[in-house]
């Protein structure tokens, strides 16, 4: 499941289509990546993996990334943590993120 929103788009800070590394890089190992090591990843491998860890986190929370403003703060949000904590995890990041903005988020 792909999502386009602006917080996916902008998470891909850490952009083309690369099956082989999207179909080796399954949730289980995805959701132990830093964003030092996402950001490492193709642009493409980057939304790939951005967009499958913030839509667990999504349905997990309730919510659903809206595409507009709010799904662009969510993404400037999680940019910021990464550059701040290069180290953390980045379903921490994003999970941390959709928390904050948890009350302008529309609910599922």
Known sequence: MRATTPLLAAVALLGSWTPTIAQNLDFERSVYMTCREAHALEPGARRNVAALLAEHAAR?????????????????????????????????????????????????
Do not use: K, S, W
């Open 60 to 108: 997990h929370r309730g919510v659903v990334i809206p595409n507009d403003e709010r799904g662009g703060q969510l993404a400037m949000l999680v940019r910021g943590g990464c550059t701040m904590a290069p180290d953390a995890y980045l379903f921490a990041v994003i999970d941390r993120a959709l928390l904050a903005e948890l009350p302008r988020l529309p609910r599922r």
